[in-house]
Each structure stands twice: as C-alpha cells, then as structure tokens.
C-alpha cells in the first residue's frame, strides 16, 4: 500500500511540473502565445523575452515552487524515504520539461511534448530539500544568466551548484546521499536541446 502512495506522489509530482506557468502568465498579460516567442520554451527567461521582466520573474518563482512542493509533498507522505524526496523533484522537472499539457505534433506528424529547461523546478527542489540552498543557487544562477546571457549554461550551472551544496553537507554530515544524487541527476533530467543550444 505504501508503495502505491508514494508512486501516487511521484505521478502527482510529474503533473504539478507539467503546469505551464510561463504559458499562462505571458497569455493573461499579454495575449501571446510563448510557444511561439524566441525558443518557444515555457520558462521565465522567454517569459521575460515574450512579457517583460517581471513575467520572467513571475513565472521563475512558479516554476521554482513546482520543484519544491513536490519535495514537501513527499516529505509529507513519507518522512524516512529519502530517495522519494529527491524522486518527486526529479518527476517535476521532467514534467516541466514534458508537460501533459502540451502536446504537438511536429513537422513529420509525431507527437511531442515541450515545455522549459527545468531550471526553475531543479532549482526549487533544492530548496525543498535544504531551504537556505535558494540564497547560494537564485544569485550564483542569475550573475551566470547576466554575465554569460544563456539560459541553457544557467541551468546547467544550477545543477552544479546544486551537485556542490549537498556534496558539502554529505561530507559534513548535513545531508544524506539522496540529495547528492538529486545534484548529479538533474543536468540529466533536462531536455537534449539544453545542450544542443551550446553547440
């Protein structure tokens, strides 16, 4: 029975991630359509393109706070298991990346499902798990995304930064080993494209 719960969480995590917050935000304000804006990505750097700033801004918080409801969901559910504490993160960035919510067919008539680059929930799972990681992670990330403009090397750096903090609190004994491995996978739980765009 336990098991069944917390894959309900883990399912209930990919959906809560699957919410396109950029989408909504960038249509109330403005009435366009963020899909079709600059990289056609859901996060808050082509909200900031497509709405403004504080669109950007707006949405970055939301899609932060999808990463770490998702941790305090499954810290809820299941206090002693760690690996669901760090599972439920990852499931929300997928579906950040992977959103239920909107799903296309490409040119050749296949089915695909676009969404951002899971900075934001990466970032806010992080925070679930250790809440004072937001005041190292928001301003390390956002000098990265000022001084080099890519949004793709910001998300990569927010996993390093990330795969730092909790590798410290390991070693220190702070943290337990989930939340390192939370770190190590979440570069891998973001889009190819992320990557690709660094070519």
Known sequence: ????????????????????????????????????????????????????????????????????????????????????????????????????????????????MRGGAGGGPAAGGAVGLWWPAGFIIVPIGALVFVGIGYASITTLSIAVITIAIFTVRYLHGLSPFPDVVYGIVTPVSSPVTTLLELL
């Open 1 to 112: 029975m336990q098991f069944l719960i917390e894959a309900g969480v883990v399912l209930l995590a990919y959906a809560l991630g699957s919410i396109p917050f950029g989408l909504l935000v960038v249509k109330l304000s403005t009435g366009k359509d963020i899909r079709q804006v600059a990289s056609g990505r859901t996060g808050g750097t082509n909200a900031g393109r497509a709405a403004g700033t504080w669109a950007g801004i707006v949405t970055g918080v939301l899609d932060g706070l999808k990463g770490a409801a998702a941790v305090w969901i499954a810290q809820a559910v299941s206090p002693a298991n760690h690996w669901l504490h760090i599972i439920a993160p990852i499931a929300a960035i997928l579906g950040h990346n992977y959103s239920l919510f909107i799903i296309e067919r490409d040119e050749q008539g296949r089915l695909r």
